[in-house]
């Protein structure tokens, strides 16, 4: 009772929490979807049986005629758009293809084209009602598409009722059976779900392969399954002295109905997805932080020795990150978290994470830190990833590498280097592409994933450079505090900077994130005490010139561009500004010149840094 009850009271903190941020926004409105569904498993067949309610509230000002369910699991059958693009993009996803044939001449085949009638993935909608009549509906691919017999009003609300049969797929992309650890289910985009409605639409976006946007809503789940499976996944299970398998009270006595099966139930307040795996042989350690907040670990038993001491090793680890998240974007608003062996490589959802088992200890760790970073901006934040998913994995990317480079004491300068590095190969190699791009349009896996995840991450990393580390550090908990629960837009981020450092950033903003524009700054001439700058890239930065003088003293310069309106706050000599219109940029120092450095800090992403020193050993710049 003293569960339910704190579970009720985390329901209206956190809606009272998401109303009070959307209404602080004017003309800013977030859907409601409540859902309620109740699943009978036959582990054997890996089919299942679902009911599901839906209580949709429309906080949008439209008049809604239509609704869209998400039918993910559709997309794992031959001839989806998931099958075709799988044949027809240049560097498929490895996990999602067989790889046949020579080095010279390889045969790739997609996994979802070889699928049998019992191995595909489906949801069979059965029936659906709206207030208690029936809809018309058509199934077009991984979308439903539904016509309401009654508009839903602004402000107003309407209750649909679902039958529906599902198929686990093979495992060949986050969900599905059987994974090649042996992971019975993995069960990821398993319902069907109300596609989102924002102030942009409808995103009733097609599942190619990327990832996903859900509305907020209470979850109510009950899972009906063989009793040898042990579950975990989102939200907070409601009956554990009926269940055991790790959730029970040990001071307490486990009381198990009879029959084959247990009924798992589940609350999950204010999240926007609801995942779960499920597998006979899993071990089930509970880790519990100070704070009170309960960390969950599933993985399979049959682990090799190595792996099994990875996962207690990480244990406190993933407390730590915990904490480390808390501090430095914001509070989690759960009493849970888990991380589960499970899925293909690494995903985020709802509270916890999929992650696959057979790792070293620093993978293991470098993965859930990677995972657990997503709640923040996947999860509690969640932008539009179809649309912006370089918000997502990027920021993600940036903040589970500082880390990462804290907890585990690895002391580097620039713990985002590794980002820089992908994203010099994308430009070398002519393959980056602008990240306004929707996610599903880009022509290779290798711009999408160089885009999202480590340019992504230097549009923070970067920043530093641009308005000050600490400014950033401000304004990612500026961002979190006004945006949470909201899904921000890239507009969001760069006006928490704005408002944090006083400074202009609509220019950085666009050049960084909407067009391809590289930045390449080079020491022109040096002639006597004179110092010539050039900007040979498109895309125009501040300055920051480090100058050792022959008498070995150092001095640094910063020369902000004209259209940021200021400086960053910095103990270097401040210069005037630089306008972007002109190309080269002199000024004069007060002593002989020894060495000359664009940038010692090497966070701007410059794509020629040999152009960046000058030495006067040698009469010339380093080339």
């Given at each position: 009772?003293?569960?339910?009850?704190?579970?009720?009271?985390?329901?209206?903190?956190?809606?009272?929490?998401?109303?009070?941020?959307?209404?602080?926004?004017?003309?800013?409105?977030?859907?409601?979807?409540?859902?309620?569904?109740?699943?009978?498993?036959?582990?054997?067949?890996?089919?299942?049986?679902?009911?599901?309610?839906?209580?949709?509230?429309?906080?949008?000002?439209?008049?809604?005629?239509?609704?869209?369910?998400?039918?993910y699991?559709?997309?794992?059958?031959?001839?989806?758009?998931?099958?075709?693009?799988?044949?027809?993009?240049?560097?498929?996803?490895?996990?999602?293809?067989?790889?046949?044939?020579?080095?010279?001449?390889?045969?790739v085949?997609?996994?979802?084209?070889?699928?049998?009638?019992n191995?595909?993935?489906?949801?069979?909608?059965?029936?659906?009602?709206?207030?208690?009549?029936?809809?018309?509906?058509?199934?077009?691919?991984?979308?439903?598409?539904?016509?309401?017999?009654?508009?839903?009003?602004?402000?107003g609300?309407?209750?649909?009722?679902?039958?529906?049969?599902?198929?686990?797929?093979v495992?060949?992309r986050?969900?599905?059976?059987?994974?090649?650890?042996?992971?019975?289910?993995?069960?990821?985009?398993?319902?069907?779900?109300?596609?989102?409605?924002?102030?942009?639409?409808?995103?009733?976006?097609?599942?190619?392969a990327?990832?996903?946007?859900?509305?907020?809503?209470?979850?109510?789940?009950?899972?009906?399954?063989?009793?040898?499976?042990?579950?975990?996944?989102?939200?907070?299970?409601?009956?554990?002295?009926?269940?055991?398998?790790?959730?029970?009270?040990?001071?307490?006595?486990?009381?198990?109905?009879?029959?084959?099966?247990?009924?798992?139930?589940?609350?999950?307040?204010?999240?926007?997805?609801?995942?779960?795996?499920?597998?006979?042989?899993?071990?089930?350690?509970?880790?519990?932080?100070?704070?009170?907040?309960?960390?969950?670990?599933?993985?399979?038993?049959?682990?090799?020795?190595?792996?099994?001491?990875?996962?207690?090793?990480?244990?406190?680890?993933?407390?730590?990150?915990?904490?480390?998240?808390?501090?430095?974007?914001?509070?989690?608003?759960?009493?849970?978290?888990?991380?589960?062996?499970?899925?293909?490589?690494?995903?985020?959802?709802?509270?916890?994470?999929?992650?696959?088992?057979?790792?070293?200890?620093?993978?293991?760790?470098?993965?859930?830190?990677?995972?657990?970073?997503?709640?923040?901006?996947?999860?509690?934040?969640?932008?539009?990833?179809?649309?912006?998913?370089?918000?997502d994995?990027?920021?993600?990317?940036?903040?589970?590498?500082?880390?990462?480079?804290?907890?585990?004491?690895?002391?580097?300068?620039?713990?985002?280097?590794?980002?820089?590095?992908?994203?010099?190969?994308?430009?070398?190699?002519?393959?980056?592409?602008?990240?306004?791009?929707?996610?599903?349009?880009?022509?290779?896996?290798?711009?999408?994933?160089?885009?999202?995840?480590?340019?992504?991450?230097?549009?923070?990393?970067?920043?530093?450079?641009?308005i000050?580390?600490?400014?950033v550090?401000?304004?990612?908990?500026?961002?979190?505090?006004?945006?949470?629960?909201?899904?921000?837009?890239?507009?969001?981020?760069?006006?928490?900077?704005?408002?944090?450092?006083?400074?202009?950033?609509?220019?950085?903003?666009?050049?960084?994130?909407?067009?391809?524009?590289?930045?390449?700054?080079?020491?022109?001439?040096?002639?006597?005490?004179?110092?010539?700058?050039?900007?040979?890239?498109?895309?125009?930065?501040?300055?920051?010139?480090?100058?050792?003088?022959?008498?070995?003293?150092?001095?640094?310069?910063?020369?902000?561009?004209?259209?940021?309106?200021?400086?960053?706050?910095?103990?270097?000599?401040?210069?005037?500004?630089?306008?972007?219109?002109?190309?080269?940029?002199?000024?004069?120092v007060?002593?002989?010149?020894?060495?000359?450095?664009i940038?010692?800090?090497?966070?701007?992403?410059?794509?020629?840094?040999?152009?960046?020193?000058?030495?006067?050993?040698?009469?010339?710049?380093?080339?």
């Amino acid at each position: 009772m003293k569960k339910f009850l704190f579970v009720a009271l985390s329901f209206s903190m956190m809606i009272s929490h998401a109303q009070m941020k959307n209404s602080s926004r004017n003309g800013y409105w977030q859907q409601q979807a409540d859902y309620t569904m109740d699943i009978d498993v036959d582990v054997k067949k890996f089919q299942y049986k679902g009911k599901q309610k839906i209580v949709y509230t429309n906080n949008s000002p439209d008049v809604l005629k239509n609704v869209y369910y998400h039918l993910y699991f559709n997309a794992f059958q031959p001839g989806s758009q998931m099958d075709a693009r799988l044949q027809s993009i240049a560097d498929p996803d490895g996990r999602m293809v067989i790889k046949s044939g020579t080095k010279e001449n390889p045969i790739v085949k997609s996994r979802i084209a070889a699928l049998k009638p019992n191995e595909i993935g489906y949801i069979k909608v059965k029936s659906l009602k709206q207030n208690g009549k029936d809809l018309k509906y058509e199934v077009v691919g991984t979308v439903l598409e539904v016509t309401l017999n009654e508009p839903i009003q602004p402000g107003g609300k309407a209750t649909f009722d679902m039958v529906f049969d599902a198929q686990v797929p093979v495992q060949i992309r986050r969900s599905g059976r059987n994974s090649k650890e042996g992971v019975a289910f993995s069960m990821t985009q398993w319902f069907p779900k109300m596609a989102e409605y924002d102030f942009e639409g409808w995103q009733a976006h097609p599942y190619i392969a990327r990832e996903f946007q859900g509305v907020w809503g209470n979850f109510d789940v009950t899972i009906h399954i063989d009793k040898k499976y042990t579950v975990g996944g989102t939200g907070y299970l409601q009956n554990p002295q009926e269940i055991g398998h790790g959730y029970e009270d040990k001071s307490k006595p486990v009381k198990q109905k009879r029959g084959k099966k247990l009924s798992w139930h589940f609350l999950a307040p204010n999240v926007h997805d609801f995942t779960w795996a499920a597998d006979p042989e899993y071990i089930h350690d509970v880790y519990k932080m100070k704070n009170g907040i309960d960390l969950h670990f599933l993985y399979k038993k049959t682990l090799a020795p190595k792996y099994l001491e990875n996962w207690k090793k990480v244990q406190p680890k993933t407390a730590e990150l915990m904490t480390y998240f808390s501090e430095n974007i914001g509070q989690y608003p759960y009493k849970q978290y888990s991380v589960i062996q499970g899925g293909d490589g690494g995903m985020e959802y709802a509270m916890s994470t999929l992650v696959t088992g057979r790792r070293s200890f620093g993978s293991l760790f470098g993965v859930t830190a990677h995972e657990m970073a997503h709640t923040w901006f996947q999860f509690l934040l969640a932008t539009n990833e179809s649309k912006h998913p370089w918000m997502d994995e990027g920021f993600t990317s940036y903040i589970s590498s500082k880390a990462t480079n804290e907890i585990l004491k690895r002391g580097r300068k620039n713990p985002h280097k590794g980002s820089y590095g992908g994203y010099n190969y994308v430009v070398k190699n002519n393959l980056e592409e602008s990240l306004s791009t929707h996610a599903d349009r880009f022509h290779t896996n290798a711009a999408y994933g160089v885009g999202s995840y480590s340019k992504g991450s230097i549009f923070l990393s970067q920043l530093e450079y641009v308005i000050g580390k600490e400014n950033v550090a401000k304004a990612i908990k500026k961002y979190f505090k006004d945006f949470a629960f909201t899904h921000p837009t890239p507009n969001d981020i760069k006006r928490s900077a704005e408002k944090v450092s006083g400074l202009h950033l609509d220019w950085y903003l666009n050049e960084w994130t909407q067009t391809t524009h590289t930045i390449d700054y080079g020491i022109k001439e040096v002639n006597g005490r004179k110092i010539t700058l050039e900007r040979i890239g498109k895309m125009p930065m501040p300055m920051d010139v480090t100058v050792t003088y022959a008498d070995g003293t150092k001095e640094t310069f910063n020369i902000a561009l004209r259209m940021m309106r200021g400086n960053k706050p910095t103990d270097a000599t401040i210069l005037k500004d630089w306008t972007w219109a002109h190309q080269t940029y002199s000024f004069s120092v007060s002593k002989d010149i020894k060495k000359i450095e664009i940038d010692d800090s090497e966070l701007m992403a410059d794509i020629n840094r040999k152009n960046n020193v000058y030495e006067a050993l040698n009469k010339k710049m380093k080339n």
